[in-house]
C-alpha cells in the first residue's frame, strides 16, 4: 500500500477513535438510576480563587448504589463543594453533616428514564456524524493522492469498511448505555 494512502486511512482511523472516546466520556455524565463518583465528573470548585474539579478537592466515593459521598481533604472546603455540586445543576441535593457531604441519588422516573435514553441516542448520533466527517476528509484526500485508480478505488473500500464497523460499535455501545438507562 502506497505511504500516503496508508497515512490517511491511519489518520481516519485516529479521528474514529477519538469521535468513540468523546461518546463514551459523554455517555458515563448520563446516569443509569446507579449512583457513581462519574457522576460528579463535572462539579468544579472555587478553590482559592480558581475552578477545581471536585475530584481534585475530595475524595468521592459510593457506599451504596444509592448513595454518594465527598469527603473534603480540606474541612473548610464543605461549603465551596456544596455549592459546585449546585451550580453544576445535576438534579442532586447535597447534604453536609459538617464531616462530609452525601448526596442521596433518586431512582429515576419512567419519563426520566425516556429522556436520559433519547439524550444518550442523540451522543450516538454526533458520534456518527464525527465518524461520517472523518471518512469524508478520507475520501476526499484519496480523490487529491497521486496513486493510480486502482489504489484510490481499493483504499475507498478500505475507508468505508472502517466507518462501517466504526458505526457498528456506536450502535452496540448505544445499545448497552440504553439498557442500562432503562433498567429499574
Known amino acids: 500500500m502506497d505511504e500516503d494512502i496508508k497515512f490517511i486511512i491511519d489518520t481516519t ?12 466520556k459523554q455517555l458515563v455524565n448520563i446516569r443509569a ?12 470548585v472555587d478553590y482559592y480563587g480558581s ?3 471536585l475530584s481534585q478537592v475530595a ?16 474541612k473548610n472546603m464543605l461549603q465551596e463543594i456544596e455549592r459546585g455540586i449546585m451550580l453544576a445543576n445535576l438534579g442532586f441535593n447535597p ?7 452525601i448526596i442521596n ?8 428514564r425516556l429522556t436520559l435514553a433519547k439524550q444518550a441516542k442523540a451522543e450516538a448520533e454526533e458520534a456518527k456524524i464525527g465518524i461520517r466527517n472523518a471518512r469524508k476528509e478520507a475520501m476526499n484526500d ?7 485508480e486502482d489504489l ?5 473500500i478500505d475507508v468505508q469498511e472502517l466507518t462501517d464497523s466504526y458505526v457498528k460499535r456506536v450502535e452496540s455501545i448505544l445499545d448497552v448505555k440504553e439498557k442500562e438507562i432503562m433498567t429499574v
Do not use: C, F, Y
Open 152 to 156: 484510490q478505488g481499493n483504499a475507498e
Open 13 to 24: 482511523k485516529e479521528s474514529m477513535d477519538a469521535a468513540l472516546k468523546h461518546l463514551e
Open 59 to 74: 475524595n468521592v466515593n459510593t457506599p451504596d448504589g444509592r448513595t454518594i459521598s465527598v469527603q473534603p481533604w480540606e
Open 33 to 44: 438510576g446507579k449512583a457513581s463518583p462519574a457522576m460528579l465528573g463535572s462539579v468544579m
Open 51 to 53: 475552578q477545581t474539579p
Open 142 to 148: 484519496i480523490k487529491k493522492s497521486d496513486v493510480s
Open 105 to 112: 441519588v433518586p431512582p429515576l422516573t419512567e419519563e426520566r
Open 95 to 101: 447534604m453536609n453533616n459538617g464531616e462530609m457531604i
